[in-house]
């Protein structure tokens, strides 16, 4: 069965880090573009960053978490990573992971939530003092 699995959420105060991880089982990564989702409570799942799968690795982010989060991959162990500094109440709430063959790589199609076919279950991140 082809899946995603999210790991490394927790509770942590403002100003903190944390860093998830995504480990695909059945799931060529490689040559497939990454992209990490969250959804708060109450509201839409929306994109956060992204990664490409030339040798380039481009990434992406959305505005809300340019400069304090970092996305990665390490293609031979089928995984990605997201990096979070900085973390602010706001940024509160269940990441997943998402893949798909046919997701392009850019700014626009990396966050193009209907875009991705396969999906992890997800992982909680709280932010609180």
């Known amino acids: 069965q082809k899946r995603l699995v999210e790991s490394g959420g927790g509770q942590v105060q403002p100003g903190g880090s944390l860093t998830l991880s995504c480990a695909s089982s059945?799931?060529?990564?490689?040559?497939?573009?990454i992209a990490w989702f969250r959804q708060a409570p109450g509201k839409e799942r929306e994109g956060g960053a992204g990664?490409?799968?030339?040798?380039?690795?481009?990434?992406f982010y959305t505005d809300s978490v340019r400069g304090r989060f970092i996305v990665s991959r390490n293609n031979p162990a089928g995984m990605s990573y997201l990096q979070m500094n900085n973390l602010k109440p706001e940024d509160s709430g269940t990441y997943f992971c998402?893949?798909?063959?046919?997701?392009?790589?850019?700014?626009?199609?990396?966050?193009?939530?209907?875009?991705?076919?396969?999906w992890g279950q997800g992982t909680q991140v709280v932010v609180a003092s």
């Open positions: 990664v490409g799968s030339s040798d380039r690795r481009p990434t």
């Open positions: 059945r799931v060529d990564l490689q040559d497939w573009t």
């Open positions: 998402a893949t798909d063959p046919d997701v392009t790589t850019g700014q626009n199609s990396c966050f193009r939530r209907a875009g991705y076919q396969y």
